[in-house]
């Protein structure tokens, strides 16, 4: 048995071990200033300021974006704040905004919206459950749409977008669950953002990035903390910025621009395909999503026989095996296969799904 735990929780998830060394000893004295991590200003203290620059060189070179055209900026208040602030700043009076229901959070960013101006879902696939990433057909020329929102993967459902819709509005994207996983033309977003628990960090920071052309967009009229110029022209220090995440989502990127996007996306596929692969064989589960719509982050199934699901999550963590309980809206099960994982735990939780099914299938 493996004697460490293993996290496939949706978020707050792992980070690798030995980022945790580093920031075990950041905390006690970091880059030997003498100061922890903890105790930094965020204003104008140069220990802090390479941090924030470097993070922000980092996300531009892994998304292959230009900082011409492009403004890294990092805030608080997870992705509802974005529900909020997106329309806020871009949806001005006589236009429309228009939004993909995909999911859970895709529709909450929606109805945000609605505080703030008229709202358009222009696909949607409540109707059969989520179990699949719903179609997004060309958008109707009658309509004066500000952008399109977008979340690009489903956590509590397991779907996933697998190419950005080609639209000629701004096109605003929520990559929380799956950034830096899965090859993906940034290019083609003029914002996105994604909060820092699933795969860039510890929680309490929010990554955006915007096109700086959408600058020229924004509501003028808003209090300095709701634009994104303000923060942009603030460098992300508007307010006391929260230096501890932003330390720790630096060496996240600095661990994925090591390991190489390319190579990260191989091991997650891998990881995914080798977990469908046991769902579909096991007799005792199965998966409602559709093929085509699978995420490779979130891995959404079921017991045919519901009341051996409390047994299963049992069974797991006697197993050093916890977070895999489904989300409470859908019950079943969700693995998280976060860039953190490493094949081999998903090895080992296939070994325990094959065990639980020899345990369990001559049981009525």
């Given at each position: 048995m493996i004697n460490s735990i293993i996290?496939?929780?949706?978020?707050?998830?792992?980070?690798?071990?030995?980022?945790?060394?580093?920031?075990?000893?950041?905390?006690?004295?970091?880059?030997?200033?003498g100061l922890s991590i903890l105790e930094i200003p965020h204003r104008g203290d140069p220990l802090f300021?390479?941090?924030?620059?470097?993070?922000?060189?980092?996300?531009?070179?892994?998304?292959?974006?230009?900082?011409?055209?492009?403004?890294?900026?990092?805030?608080?208040?997870?992705?509802?704040?974005?529900?909020?602030?997106?329309?806020?700043?871009?949806?001005?009076?006589?236009?429309?905004?228009?939004?993909?229901?995909?999911?859970?959070?895709?529709?909450?960013a929606a109805q945000n919206a609605t505080y703030f101006g008229?709202?358009?879902?222009?696909?949607?696939?409540?109707?059969?459950?989520?179990?699949?990433?719903?179609?997004?057909?060309?958008?109707?020329d009658t309509h004066n749409f500000a952008y399109l929102h977008l979340c690009?993967?489903?956590?509590?459902?397991?779907?996933q977008i697998q190419n950005a819709p080609n639209v000629n509005i701004p096109l605003i994207a929520d990559m929380s669950s799956d950034i830096f996983s899965v090859p993906r033309d940034y290019s083609k977003y003029d914002l996105f953002y994604a909060v820092?628990?699933?795969?860039?960090?510890?929680?309490?920071?929010?990554?955006?990035?915007?096109?700086k052309k959408m600058l020229e967009q924004i509501n003028t009229s808003l209090a300095p903390y709701l634009s994104y110029a303000a923060h942009?022209?603030?460098?992300?220090?508007?307010?006391?910025?929260?230096?501890?995440?932003?330390?720790?989502?630096?060496?996240?990127?600095?661990?994925?621009?090591?390991?190489g996007l390319e190579k990260i996306y191989t091991e997650n596929n891998l990881k995914a395909q080798t977990l469908y692969a046991e769902i579909k064989r096991n007799t005792l589960f199965y998966t409602p999503v559709q093929a085509a719509s699978s995420s490779l982050m979130n891995v959404v199934f079921f017991c045919h026989d519901q009341e051996k699901e409390t047994a299963l999550i049992e069974f797991?963590?006697?197993?050093?095996?916890v977070g895999i309980k489904g989300h409470r809206s859908v019950g079943g099960f969700r693995v998280s296969l976060y860039n953190h994982i490493r094949l081999e735990q998903v090895q080992y939780l296939v070994h325990c799904l094959q065990e639980f099914e020899k345990n369990n299938m001559n049981l009525k």
């Open positions: 996290n496939f929780g949706s978020g707050p998830t792992g980070i690798a071990p030995e980022l945790l060394e580093e920031i075990s000893q950041a905390i006690l004295n970091y880059n030997q200033s300021q390479d941090i924030l620059q470097e993070s922000k060189h980092l996300v531009l070179e892994l998304c292959q974006l230009s900082a011409t055209d492009y403004e890294v900026i990092w805030l608080q208040g997870g992705g509802r704040l974005q529900f909020a602030m997106i329309p806020m700043n871009f949806l001005l009076e006589g236009k429309e905004a228009a939004y993909v229901d995909s999911g859970h959070w895709a529709f909450e008229k709202t358009t879902i222009i696909a949607s696939s409540k109707k059969d459950h989520y179990t699949y990433y719903p179609t997004i057909n060309p958008l109707d690009t993967n489903n956590t509590i459902y397991g779907t820092a628990q699933k795969n860039i960090g510890a929680a309490g920071n929010t990554l955006v990035v915007i096109k942009i022209k603030s460098q992300s220090v508007l307010n006391t910025a929260p230096v501890f995440n932003i330390y720790t989502s630096l060496l996240v990127l600095r661990l994925w621009k090591q390991r797991c963590k006697q197993k050093n095996i």
